[in-house]
């Protein structure tokens, strides 16, 4: 993609969007002041544009030369992204314009509202479609000179002597476009009026994919999409294995003692060690078959191939929409994904293909194969905190910050990072015991007893429950390439078209913890992250894997789940002698059973479970497994009356709703403690009782309670809030 050589070339660009006929001034200087700053970013300008070229504006453009580059790119694109922004909102205006006039009642005021809207925008719209497309080396601009690349207004065939289809007078707006510039310079002529099709044909014309390369727009598009890089910064340029150093320091100063010889009063220990860093190689690999079938069903006027077999211009767009989903599945990974070695000539699983920081931090404290000498190891020893729920958090907290030397502690570089929805309950908690209190702060995002210690939410985390404290910056995401992901690779195969990206990630800490052989060895004297001693507790389930006996080797809950048949469990992986496991079914369409023989000779009786049922088992050392209780989805728990609205809470946490005989909104609980946390099971499908999230409620999204479905809701200040939802 060409770009521009100097930042000039947005001058009248911006003059334009800020409404003003010259730019202000400071010591004969021109200027943007905040204003101006400030309307430039709600139009969508970021501060990677606008700083350079507020220094570049009240340079008079001197150094012009210098600001070539990226920044300049990104501006022209921006520009570009705004064009189609403001055309679609002028689209919008037109139809709403079109819908007012033609119905009944008086709306004049609704009509002057909307002209006016659509005046602003059509001036914008002008503005932006006077700069002219880069030419890939001659340099554009709206120039009132007749030379080579000059903006000419004069030519009656293309705006500005501008190539391409796009530019084409023949285009209404682009008609409109230049009886505006020409009425700036006194020119008058008569152009049709503005229609809500004709604006529609623009936006066709701008298209996905108009005058950005794609892969630079994928890129552009990505660094918008919200990212735990902004908690944890991304470092490129790093290979499998690379060694991150750190040291460990011993006690070196002593009083004042000369008198005695050197050699007898030296003291002080210093261990160098070091962090392998482990890069996970990950693919997409895909393959577009049959294509020439999509333009006789809905691909429309996205065929721009004709007959070809291949269609680029859709293909454009799936990679478009997958650039999003690769990165999406990223950020989820980086956080839950747990690797294991694919299979050959068989795909993978998206969270199967590296490590994300919780399987990290679970293998720092559970031990790891050091490579670097074959030793199992361990370098974190977690605090032992119990359980923390919304009605204890606070203390645990407290507690858990307070056990970190005060060398850390009170740096004010320690952060303590937890899952996104403890700190609602944080917050809740400090409502619930503070919030009387007149110097109470509310949502504050430290540890109260400790100011000095931040609060960092991590997304996407609403299945773990480990907290951990280190300094910020110490955890990192590496990658080898930046931007490998989204480089996609090509290669047309008789009528079909192959497509991948190869690319490294990891996340990983630059120092953790000396590296001990023995658990009983470690006093935590020698590590750079705290935490707590379990991650996910037995309450949370993860899913185990289609066709194969349930492994608890990550957790001691697992989830079942839809299977090729019906699938007859027979052993459970990587459990532990004298440690309960928990199964649930989570699903009844081809589930699972356990039949009373063999390792499973010692339960009670054959399992043949429906959707939520549960069983818990003990493995003995002899290999079999003891059953030690079971349940059903729903037993023994609490019925509410058949269609109620606002069923009692009184004498129980967890309940199921009634057999309603007619459609049942639950608008509200009565008897509900503070501080308690609700599960609501549901029965049945017909007439299912229904929450929504409003009024008493604040939720995710309304919830259904069909049979199998179930909602966990704590109770504060005479609302309900959502705990988890399953």
Known sequence: MGKYSKMSTFAGAILGLLGLKEWKKAEDKDILDADDVAKLKELGFDEKFITPFGEALKNGFKDEEQQAGPVENSGEALIRGLLAQKVSEMASLQEQLDAIRKTDGEKTQAITRKDTEIAELKQKISVLSALPEPDHGAGAGLKQNTGAGAFNLDDDKQLGGMQGEMFALDRPYNMRARAALLASQGINIQVRAESSVDYGRLKEDLGAFYRIRWQDRLQSFLTKLPSIESIFPVESGYQDLATLVNIWL?????????????????????????????????????KFRDLKQLEKTWIGSLNKEGSQAIKWSFIEYILAETAKKLHNERELRRINGVRKDPDLNKPGRAMEAADGLYEWLRKKVDGFIDINNGKTVYQIKPFVLGEITEANIGEKLFQGTGMIPAVYRDSGQLALYLPSYMVVWYHKYNELHYGV???????MMYVKEYPAVKLIPIPNADNHQRIFWTMEGNIKCFEHVAGEMTNFSLEQQDWTLKVWSLWKESIWARAVGFKYTKKEDMDGSRQMIFCNEYDRPASSFIDGEKDKNPNVALHTSVQTVANTSLFTITD????????????????EDKGVKITKSDKFSLISADWIPKKGDTIRLMKRSDGKFIEIGRDTAASGVLQFANDATTPSLAGATVFVT???TKATAITNFTDAVEGEVYTIHGAGNTNASTIANSGNFVLTDAMTLSAGKFIMLTYAGGKFYEVARG
């Open 250 to 286: 011993g006690e070196f100063s002593q009083a004042d003692n000369t008198s005695s010889d050197f050699d007898n009063v030296t003291k002080g220990e210093y261990e160098f060690d070091n962090e392998t860093l482990r890069m996970f190689s990950v693919m997409f690999a895909h």
């Open 658 to 660: 009634g057999t309603n």
């Open 437 to 443: 209190n007149q110097d109470y702060k509310a949502n």
């Open 572 to 587: 459970i992986e990587n459990a532990e002698v004298g440690k309960i496991v928990t199964i649930k079914c989570g699903s």
